[in-house]
């Protein structure tokens, strides 16, 4: 057990100029990387147990420490990464699946980086929206195939009425909800956090496959219920506590992987959210048992249809994968109400590390593919589309609006308002910042209100951007942006990408 | 002795103890702010000996909290000062100690029901308490909790505040 190949990836620099030995970083880190010698008064730092998540940088009162990428290097190779020897290392020690969390951190394209905006100049004139109504409101459901009116015969009263009847829709205020992160996989607090600022805003957020805790029965108009493999916590309260019902087939980070929630944070709470024994490993199986086709996903979509009485929109995620067209034509003509679709980048409590980071496709291309299909089919309007899978800024989510989604899920970037710092490591239950955890030690550390007012802020940052992006390409309303893609350039990309994404060239003009 | 701006001195330091994370950086800027250069790397390397926390982080497995002088209504502290340097303020109720007044006889201490009361390291016979920061807008154990679990708030509005998430985890 002596030779030990794996090396720290960090480095924990203390200024000992500034360092006071108040003991903070040692009280704070749940890795054990910092200890008190009280002989020496010194602090000692262990850096192999670092994991990079900045907690103690963070609440050091002095500003003594920085953490650091560890600056030894191996002998440089072109074909093996200091990545792959780490993981090789890694895993001749373990013998198991690497695991890993968060989204893909591979330098595959991103596609938004390549997309750029468009704004009005002279030929139409942009807007100020700050002086003028500027529309972000939108509507995720099922759309009538065409509008019937009744008009009054009445001479006095000459009122039109509409007589079509709508389809249940999720009223939005601004196209962003936060996507699903399910009680057990995050913390109770963090799950308080997203509701109430979900409901303080009138948006929505996603309960994730974990159940639903009677403590956030009260948030009820701004939760979707997801229906997972699992069919964890599944029973017609938990159904009717939601605004909306999602079958969710798969995720961006594991696209045709199950989940496995460890025993250890199957805690009391959890086991009754959940509805299993305390204790016990909470395994979602990878496919659900019961869809093997397109017609067994329609039986249980109409099952949830019926179990809600008709009066939500039910829809379905998947992720997005080669044929994500086809499987989104399908899945709308099964009768769903809106369709999400996680990209490769999506993020994920716990994954293996090979999955996460070489299958799926981007949701870029995946968004694109999917409006094109269902508008090409005539099916469009029969579902909303809401795209997932790293929207990292409000750009993001106005480019994917333009590319054709009607809403975006945000989870990791929800993640990161409430402290998170992507060091990655969810999977080990161990979280400093008391997202990823159940730890009650870890757990008290995120404060809901203060979750609830930084993502409140957030939300209300990207909605006045997002604004500012519409009213200067001359746009008042976020519903005449929606596929919108001449308002979209792309930048250094190929024919066949820009082919796929449905956009011209930066500097082509219409 | 300074008043707070506003004369808001009915407000009283409450912790929920559910948010507390056990940092103690609340004692640790409480000593900064009572050393004499009020710079906390200096406080630290230089006077630290003169210097005690008026605030204490109480910690028992995963929970902990932040306590600090109550402010009683029936302060024992003052009944027990044998030289009358514990005072009670009669506008605002806040307790404080008169150091040039106190002869270290330790009564108070004696009869603290919190134990929030300590000898006062600079010369030895002096009690030290939290003395509200009153020279502050809020006391920096308060700006500084990171958790926001140290809370600086009216009595009733705060009575109310605690029954509501005591009620929520009751449910």
Not at chain 1, 252 to 273: F, M, R, W, Y
Not at chain 2, 38 to 50: C, Q, S, Y
Not at chain 2, 117 to 129: D, E, F, Q, T, V
């Amino acid at each position: 057990m002596a030779l030990k190949l794996t090396q720290s990836e960090f480095e924990t620099e203390r200024d000992e100029n500034k360092c006071i030995s108040c003991q903070v970083c040692v009280r704070q880190c749940s890795n054990d990387v910092h200890e008190y010698d009280s002989d020496q008064d010194t602090i000692y730092s262990d850096n192999l147990k670092c994991v990079g998540c900045h907690r103690c940088e963070s609440l050091c009162p002095t500003g003594a420490l920085k953490i650091k990428e560890r600056d030894s290097q191996f002998k440089t190779n072109y074909n093996w990464s200091p990545d792959h020897l780490r993981n090789i290392y890694r895993q001749a020690d373990s013998g198991g699946v690497l695991l890993t969390g968060m989204g893909s951190d591979k330098p595959y394209t991103v596609y938004w980086d390549r997309i750029l905006f468009n704004a009005s100049q002279v030929t139409n004139p942009s807007i100020d929206p700050l002086r003028e109504p500027m529309e972000i409101k939108t509507f995720i459901g099922r759309k009538p195939d065409k509008l019937e009116f009744k008009k009054n015969k009445n001479l006095k009263n000459k009122s039109i009425k509409l007589k079509t009847k709508m389809y249940p829709q999720l009223e939005l205020s601004t196209p962003i909800m936060f996507s699903a992160m399910s009680y057990g996989s995050i913390s109770f607090n963090a799950c308080k956090s997203l509701a109430s600022a979900a409901s303080q805003f009138g948006t929505y957020y996603n309960t994730g496959e974990g159940g639903l805790h009677k403590d956030l029965y009260k948030y009820a108009e701004n939760t979707i219920v997801q229906v997972a493999s699992g069919r964890y916590g599944v029973d017609v309260d938990y159904l009717n506590k939601g605004s909306a019902v999602e079958i969710k087939i798969g995720q961006g980070a594991k696209p045709g992987i199950g989940g496995h929630l460890p025993g250890e944070k199957v805690t009391e709470d959890i086991s009754n959210t959940r509805m299993i024994p305390e204790g016990t490993d909470a395994l979602s199986p990878a496919p659900h048992h019961d869809i093997y086709s397109i017609e067994d996903l329609a039986q249980l979509i109409y099952a949830l249809k019926e179990a809600t009485d008709w009066s939500k929109p039910v829809g379905v995620k998947v992720s997005a994968v080669h044929n994500i067209a086809p499987i989104a034509s399908g899945i709308v003509r099964a009768g769903a109400d809106f369709v999400t679709i996680d990209g490769l980048r999506g993020g994920t409590g716990a994954a293996p590390q090979t999955i996460r980071d070489n299958v799926g496709i981007p949701i870029e291309l995946a968004v694109a593919a999917v409006d094109e299909r269902l508008r090409e089919e005539g099916i469009r309007h029969k579902a909303s589309i809401i795209a997932a899978g790293s929207i990292r800024s409000s750009s993001d989510a106005i480019k994917a609006i333009a590319l054709g989604a009607d809403a975006v899920y945000i989870g990791t970037a929800a993640l990161i308002a409430m402290g998170c710092h992507l060091c990655q490591k969810c999977y080990t239950g161990k979280c400093n910042w008391g997202i990823a955890t159940q730890d009650p030690y870890l757990t008290k550390r995120l404060n809901p209100d203060i979750g609830t007012r930084r993502l409140l802020n957030l939300l209300r940052g990207w909605s006045l951007e997002i604004k500012e992006m519409l009213g200067g390409a001359g746009i008042n309303a976020i519903e005449s942006l929606k596929g919108n893609r001449e308002h979209l350039r792309g930048i250094g990309l190929s024919d066949r990408e820009l082919t796929v994404l449905g956009i011209k060239h930066a500097g082509e003009a219409w | 002795m300074q008043e707070r701006p506003g004369d808001d001195c009915m407000k009283r330091i409450y912790i929920q103890e559910e948010y507390c994370i056990g940092c103690r950086l609340c004692e640790i800027y409480c000593q900064v702010k009572h050393s004499k250069s009020k710079k906390i790397i200096k406080a630290f390397k230089e006077e630290l000996v003169d210097i005690m926390p008026r605030v204490l982080v109480e910690e028992i497995g995963y929970n902990s909290f932040a306590i600090q002088c109550r402010h009683c209504a029936d302060a024992p502290c003052v009944e027990a000062c044998i030289s009358g340097a514990m005072q009670k303020n009669k506008n605002t109720g806040v307790v404080t100690c008169d150091e040039d007044k106190c002869v270290g006889c330790w009564s108070c201490i004696m009869v603290c029901p919190y134990g929030v009361i300590r000898r006062g390291l600079s010369s030895g016979k002096i009690a030290s308490k939290c003395d509200l920061c009153v020279d502050e807008e809020i006391p920096v154990c308060v700006k500084n909790c990171p958790n926001e679990a140290l809370k600086f708030i009216e009595k009733d509005e705060d009575k109310k505040d605690m029954m509501r998430s005591k009620n929520e985890k009751k449910k």
